[in-house]
């Protein structure tokens, strides 16, 4: 057996031992797909096994995570940090080789792949932003920024509508260094694909502006090799590689969908085993010249950082001010004095649009954030996300003919504005491959009701950490005439739902403005959640300071009198209407206590005291209001208080007249308040405790 093959089978058997081991995996695609990633990462990529973070590394992204095994064998063997013993412990509890991989988990991982299409989309984002960092600061003769970005897919992510989506964007931006392993091996998880994935995938490729080229035997090195080099040659095409492999090769189960998602069996292994010419035992065997071979990209790699470093202090002292903006993006965070220049709201009854003050934020941080980098979903004249000035991100190629809606300023891969075009599923994707990239900090737009398109992305977002913010307009029944559809209703429940995201409504201008120095400075994903219609923009001198918003809830006014407290508690625009009504009941003679709550996640990181002084445990009468469902809230109202939430879908009629046919005015807030005001007190939990303790006994 001569070095190649020995390197091949070595992959395929610690993939096949580890999931065999597990009792569960996926050993189909490691037994297929080996050959094509041997090639891929002994003779092209470039990445160093002893600093996986090294910036300027070839990104590898396994969208076809089920196969994780494979890439486990590659990374225990290319020398990183992963030892032999954390693949025999593949898919076990606290062990660092999950069922998919997991950045952040397994060293070598860039992303965390799940749902198929998901790994596509994030390379799509990953080489957006190597082209727009490259663009940005490579000179003649200094590429401080010069790497490709390669995925394996498989047959279920080419058929998932984010990979299609992320697809047309690809070659839309004829993004060269982006190339696409595909292991075409015909086979899903529960049929061969001749039942339901019938189209010619080279030719639809290619109609999306792809390179494309078909190599006939996944066990071909010669002409993988030949493709890739071809691939990478390529300059103004993304590439798809189609690899013909056959799932499970060499398995009795070759080229069935058992082999997809089942061990192999320990017969089956053997058989396996025996027909490829590999010792049946022991388990996990590495022969020392595979080994060798392998670890060679730890010394490798080593000259590869080296000499880029090498070139870094070159180009820094041809280009000093562009190493420095580089050096300050590789090193991730904001800029000393990036939101100097951040407005202070004046006081306005009338008010603005909460979407129309973030513009004007955006406006003010962007010169002095030079991260900043992303757009909307073809929504940029009503989420006013636009970056004015500085560009749009496309392909040069390009610079003619119909460029209406261009934000101005550049039009190629320097610009920070990227039209994602009405492809929500595939910004999202691409939004977590530009953050796990790293370098910048991308931002994606769009009306909140498409949140739904985003959930996959923003699950995985909040799963990973990665720093990206979300601008969701239009975020409520005051969107009006375009009626149910378009007005969301049950959105902030549902992504309140997800650990690890982090949800703001602000409330007027300048809690807006607070809320984009939180999204800036946070270390995970973050929504803005942005009205349509104007707010009133309150007089501060009056009510507590904006910056009240960073601990997620905050006293707006204080109750004055001796009666029974009532606490208001709104969020967004149905701020203006507690304080509103909060200035109506205290004319009755009640105590109003007027909290603004813009966001339960920063409010939940609070201490418990503070969060009892904002929310008195003796305070028992409270109201919220907010124009959306009342899931959740039961934990800020307890027992004896209410929600005015709306609980169906609305109508398409003048914002501010369906705001009002479903309550959501000073009158109604002021006679719900009445009601509970009105209400016995339940009793408290611990006045029950006597009575329960009989009942035990």
Not at 340 to 363: H, L, W, Y
Not at 516 to 526: D, N, Q, R, T, Y
Not at 542 to 557: C, K, M
């Amino acid at each position: 057996m001569n070095l190649d093959q020995l390197c091949i089978d070595t992959l395929r058997f610690l993939s096949v031992d580890a999931v065999e081991k597990a009792d569960s995996g996926h050993p189909g695609l490691p037994l297929g797909a080996a050959p094509m990633a041997y090639v891929l990462w002994t003779r092209f990529l470039r990445h160093s096994p002893a600093n996986p973070s090294w910036f300027d590394r070839d990104r590898f992204v396994l969208s076809a995570g089920h196969g994780s095994a494979l890439l486990y064998s590659l990374l225990h063997l290319s020398g990183y940090d992963l030892g032999l013993d954390d693949l025999k412990a593949f898919r076990q509890w606290g062990s660092r080789t999950p069922g998919h991989p997991d950045r952040g988990l397994t060293p070598g991982v860039e992303i965390t792949t799940g749902p198929l299409g998901q790994g596509f989309g994030n390379a799509v984002g990953m080489a957006m932003a190597e082209a727009h960092l490259a663009a940005r600061f490579n000179q003649a003769g200094h590429k401080p920024i010069n790497h490709f970005t390669y995925v394996l897919a498989g047959d279920g992510d080419l058929m998932e509508g984010v990979a299609s989506e992320a697809a047309s964007l690809a070659g839309h931006l004829r993004l060269g260094k982006l190339i696409c392993l595909y292991d075409d091996n015909q086979v899903t998880l529960s049929a061969g694909t001749h039942s339901s994935f019938t189209e010619d995938r080279a030719q639809r490729f290619q109609a999306y502006g792809w390179h494309t080229q078909i190599v006939g035997d996944g066990n071909d090195l010669v002409a993988i090799e030949s493709a890739i080099s071809a691939a990478q040659l390529e300059t103004e095409r993304p590439s798809l590689i189609l690899v013909r492999t056959h799932l499970g090769y060499g398995s009795p189960k070759q080229d069935s969908f058992k082999a997809h998602g089942s061990p192999l069996g320990p017969e089956d292994t053997k058989l396996t085993k025996r027909k490829l010419g590999w010792p049946e035992e022991p388990a996990f065997i590495i022969p020392a010249e595979a080994l060798a071979h392998f670890r060679g990209a730890l010394a490798l790699g080593e000259e590869l950082e080296s000499v880029w470093a090498g070139a870094l202090r070159d180009y820094a002292e041809a280009f000093p001010d562009g190493a420095k903006e580089l050096e300050s993006l590789m090193d991730g965070g904001a800029p000393a004095g990036w939101d100097a220049d951040i407005p202070v709201f004046p006081t306005d009854p009338k008010g603005m649009a909460s979407r129309a003050a973030s513009q004007k934020v955006m406006e003010a941080i962007a010169p002095k954030l030079p991260g900043l980098f992303g757009g909307s979903a073809d929504l940029n004249p009503s989420t006013l996300s636009a970056l004015k000035g500085l560009g749009d991100f496309e392909n040069s190629a390009l610079a003619s003919g119909d460029l209406q809606g261009a934000a101005g300023g550049a039009w190629d891969y320097a610009g920070r504005n990227i039209q994602f075009g009405v492809r929500e599923h595939a910004m999202g994707a691409a939004l977590n491959g530009l953050a796990a990239h790293g370098g910048l900090l991308p931002y994606g737009a769009t009306f909140f009701v498409f949140s739904d398109y985003l959930r996959p992305t923003l699950r995985l977002a909040a799963m990973m950490g990665l720093h990206v913010v979300y601008v969701f307009t239009h975020d409520s029944l005051g969107v009006g005439e375009d009626g149910a559809t378009h007005q969301p209703v049950e959105h902030l429940a549902s992504l309140r739902a997800i650990p690890g995201l982090t949800l703001i409504r602000p409330g007027d201008a300048n809690e807006t403005a607070e809320a984009w120095k939180a999204a800036v400075e946070a270390s995970g994903p973050v929504a803005l959640v942005l009205s349509r219609q104007a707010m009133p923009t309150l007089d501060r001198s009056r009510f507590a300071p904006a910056q009240g918003l960073r601990l997620g809830a905050y006293v707006l006014s204080h109750e004055q009198g001796d009666s029974e407290p009532l606490v208001l508690i709104a969020t967004g625009s149905e701020l203006g209407l507690i304080v509103e009504a909060g200035a109506m009941l205290q004319g009755l003679g009640h105590a109003v206590r007027l909290v603004s709550m813009p966001s339960w996640e920063l409010f939940e990181a609070q201490p418990n005291a503070y969060r009892e002084a904002v929310l008195p445990p003796l305070f028992r009468r409270r109201l919220a209001v907010e124009a959306g469902v009342a899931q959740g809230w039961s934990r800020y109202v307890g027992d004896d208080g209410d929600v005015l939430s709306m609980e169906r879908y609305g109508a398409s009629a003048p914002g501010a007249k369906v705001l009002k046919e479903y309550g959501f005015s000073a009158a109604e807030v002021c006679r719900r308040a009445l009601e509970v005001l009105a209400r016995p007190l339940r009793p408290q939990r611990t006045e029950c405790l006597p009575v329960v303790n009989s009942l035990i006994q």
